[in-house]
């Protein structure tokens, strides 16, 4: 079965900072005519930064979409000074969010954040052999976080009592768990 839709038109509603959002009318395969709002977002990174006491960084930060705040990994979007390096972004939103550079950093995964509305494209990483940074990069004005670490089992508790609920983060902790299964 093809699921390819056709737009037919196209208009972007909202232009921002972080978000831009645009409305298609679309006809599907089987010629109904539908809209789709999609919001487009710049690539973004995140980190599961590892300590050499086997602890894992978290960020408390309030999130104005769910006027709360949460409990993430470091992340951030890849930028104009990335010059497109996801590589790039990782070592430096670890910088500016944690203050640390990572000795090993490597590619876990890549995925779509939300498909049924966005377009984000994240990678995850993991950072080892956490050293303090030489030249800390400037804090986004934007950003107030509290670094924290915590060990797995922490982590898991966290997610099992719902003090953890952001998707990339959730994410990387199994991805932690499956390691240390693992080996």
């Not at 050499?52 to 951030?76: C, F, S, V, Y």
């Not at 934007?142 to 966290?158: F, I, T």
Request: charged share 25%.
């Amino acid at each position: 079965m093809n699921f390819t839709e056709k737009p037919i038109s196209s208009k972007e509603v909202f232009k921002g900072h972080l978000i831009n959002v645009e409305v298609q009318q679309v006809k599907t395969p089987e010629g109904n005519i539908a809209q789709r709002e999609i919001v487009h977002h710049a690539p973004a990174v995140a980190i599961l930064a590892i300590t050499n006491d086997n602890k894992m960084l978290l960020e408390k930060q309030w999130r104005a979409p769910i006027a709360k705040t949460t409990l993430e990994i470091p992340a951030g979007k890849v930028d104009s000074r990335d010059q497109a390096s996801v590589d790039h972004a990782a070592r430096r939103e670890l910088n500016e969010e944690t203050r640390l550079q990572a000795g090993k950093l490597e590619k876990l995964s890549s995925f779509y954040t939300s498909v049924g509305c966005m377009d984000e494209y994240m990678t995850l990483y993991l950072a080892t052999d956490l050293s303090p940074v030489t030249n800390a990069l400037p804090k986004d004005q934007d950003e107030e976080l509290v670094v924290k670490k915590v060990s797995l089992d922490e982590a898991q508790a966290m997610i099992a009592s719902g003090e953890i609920e952001d998707a990339k983060t959730i994410m990387a902790i199994y991805y932690w768990q499956g390691m240390r299964a693992n080996g």
